[in-house]
């Protein structure tokens, strides 16, 4: 079974595919994770946004491997785990200009369909699952919350990570990410006519994981 979930920065897709996994017995995929490694790569080997030769280059050398290590995902970038790295602001800042790339976005959408292999049940979250990658998904749900509320998630599991950031600044950026994020030319985040909406703003992570377990339920 393939559960496909979209949804702004925010929404708490990470930690409800987190629960899908622990609790039903899904492999979760976080694909943000993965543009988010490649954001890391780019800006260490200093490639500009518009270096169609070195991006090239860089996506045939570079390996992106997620992998579950006592119940956390990690991401690996060619073997190193970058888990942490990839959750700066500095990457934040990048990642929606580096993911609106075509070239980037035709190898991670090939990354992420070959990954369907992997397990019987998967659920896998980012912004073009329902729409591009899995558009035949088994449940397909787009989760959402008021910018104002999930600037407050973030900036709290900002805080609790010692990151040195405002409220207001992780406000400015999730407002520009969601603006950049749905105009995107290819992959743009967008609602499709057979997902299920499920807006979290007054939910607690335990009630929304309810709500979609649910639906789930009602799909198997
Ligand atoms: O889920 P996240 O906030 O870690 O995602 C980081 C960025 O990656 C997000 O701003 C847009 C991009 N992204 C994407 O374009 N397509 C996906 N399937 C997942 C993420």
């Known amino acids: 079974m393939i559960i496909a979930i979209d949804g702004p920065a925010g929404a708490g897709k990470g ?5 899908i996994d ?4 899904f492999t979760r995929i976080d694909t943000g994770a993965m543009y988010r ?7 260490r080997n200093d490639i500009s946004l518009d270096d169609e030769e070195g991006i090239k ?4 050398n570079t390996n992106i491997e ?5 119940g956390n995902l990690l991401i690996l970038l060619d073997g190193e785990d970058v888990s942490k790295l990839i959750r700066t602001p500095e990457v934040s800042n990048l990642v929606s200009p580096v993911s609106s790339i075509k070239q980037i976005r035709i190898k991670m959408v090939d990354l992420q369909r070959n990954m369907k292999n992997i397990a019987e049940n998967i659920v896998m979250e980012g912004r073009d699952i329902t729409t591009i990658v899995f558009p035949d998904a088994d449940v397909k749900i787009y989760l959402t919350a008021d910018v104002e509320e999930r ?14 950031v405002t409220y207001e600044e992780v406000l400015e950026n ?3 990410r969601d603006k950049n994020d749905m105009q995107k030319e290819m992959g743009a ?4 006519e057979d997902a299920i909406v499920v807006d979290n703003t007054n939910m607690s992570i335990e009630e929304t994981f309810e709500t979609i377990n649910k639906i789930i339920e009602e799909r198997r």
């Open 15 to 19: 930690e409800i595919a987190k629960l």
């Open 22 to 25: 622990e609790r039903l017995n």
């Open 37 to 43: 490694a490649v954001t890391l790569k780019m800006i």
């Open 57 to 60: 280059e860089l996506l045939e």
């Open 66 to 70: 997620l992998r579950k290590k006592n």
């Open 151 to 164: 600037a407050k998630r973030r900036y709290k599991e900002m805080c609790e990570a010692d990151m040195k």
């Open 174 to 176: 999730i407002e520009a």
């Open 189 to 192: 985040l967008k609602i499709t």
